[in-house]
């Protein structure tokens, strides 16, 4: 293609600006424009976001399991009048941890409304970072409201085989509930727990009720709690931790003076070479060119370095452009 140039206009240079602008703004935009979302670590930050409170089945989330075993129960299909049944079938929970990739899993969260992995890592382990681990866990798992995500519990030893729910992993007790004429299983669970789709909560609450629908006004049931503050607890664990891991380096220093001379010889050395190595960069980073100090300095800003760059190439052509108009 053939770049035209207004009348008059003869400077070499110039022209070679202006290709070399239109060049990086296509090798620029060109990949940005053809991405249709961004993914984070190989992550989708968006899940299948399905409101319909379908129950997955121990099939998806768990390996296979006799449902006799775990007492999962279904609802009747005939909810007598003034009963609470809804006719949803209740999750299947193993009875006892199982391993999957090298973790013994014995503890399970109903999602409650989480949009991502993310959302789902915060929540439990209050750490971001766990997402990948956490779906790793759950390979097959869509995130929606009521489905069941299988996780190791930090509360307590790793080799603890029982399963727990989420509440009761961080120490917090059901609650209970009085059944109250005209209430079905999705109007508690929507008033109670925020959505319809969190009846397969109450129903894994209450596993030694097989019919809902009998249920009468009157009876108390056990519900989940509708908020759990594990922040406290995971910050008093990372805490006692801390504390463990300064202990046994007290311990090892004290049991070995002269392996602890040799450490703290070692740290200084460690430190010298290091130290040494940052000296011996930093005339090579003054010797960089102006536009690779430009783009190493801009790593740090929100906008990548190569919009950067392009956008300073085309301010140079403008200019020169203006340079040059004929009077």
Not at 20 to 31: D, F, Q, R, S, Y
Not at 119 to 145: C, F, M, S
Not at 247 to 258: D, F, L, T
Not at 303 to 322: K, M, R, S, T
């Amino acid at each position: 293609m053939k770049l035209a140039f207004p009348k008059g206009f003869k400077c070499t240079p110039c022209r070679i600006a202006g290709a070399v602008a239109g060049l990086a703004l296509a090798l620029t935009l060109g990949p940005s424009c053809s991405s249709k979302r961004m993914v984070d670590d190989g992550l989708d930050v968006t899940e299948d976001s399905d409101q319909s409170g379908a129950a997955m089945s121990a099939a998806d989330v768990a390996p296979p399991v006799d449902p006799a075993a775990v007492g999962a129960t279904t609802s009747s299909q005939q909810a007598r009048r003034g009963g609470v049944g809804s006719g949803m079938a209740a999750a299947s929970i193993p009875p006892q941890g199982f391993e999957r990739n090298g973790s013994l899993l014995n503890s399970y969260y109903f999602v409650r409304g989480e949009a991502s992995w993310v959302d789902l890592a915060q929540r439990i382990y209050h750490d971001p970072v766990r997402a990948a681990e956490l779906k790793g866990w759950n390979p097959t798992a869509k995130i929606r409201t009521g489905a069941v995500v299988f996780y190791r519990s930090p509360t307590r030893a790793a080799g603890d085989p029982t399963m727990m729910v989420f509440h009761q992993d961080f120490g917090v007790a059901a609650e209970s509930y009085t059944v109250q004429q005209g209430d079905t299983l999705a109007k508690i669970a929507r008033d109670r727990l925020g959505s319809p789709a969190s009846a397969v909560e109450i129903r894994a609450e209450n596993k030694s009720v097989k019919n809902f629908a009998a249920l009468s006004p009157g009876t108390t049931i056990a519900l989940p709690p509708a908020q759990v503050d594990n922040v406290p607890v995971l910050e008093r664990i990372a805490q006692a931790q801390l504390e463990e891991q300064r202990r046994q380096r007290e311990m090892a220093q004290n049991s070995s003076p002269e392996t602890a001379g040799n450490s703290g010889a070692g740290v200084a050395a460690t430190t010298a070479s290091t130290e040494s190595s940052s000296s011996a960069r930093t005339p090579a980073s003054s010797d960089q060119s102006p536009l690779g100090r430009l783009l190493e300095a801009a790593n740090g800003l929100p906008v990548p370095p190569q919009y950067i760059a392009a956008g300073l190439l085309v301010f140079a052509f403008c200019a020169l452009l203006l340079r040059r108009r004929p009077e």
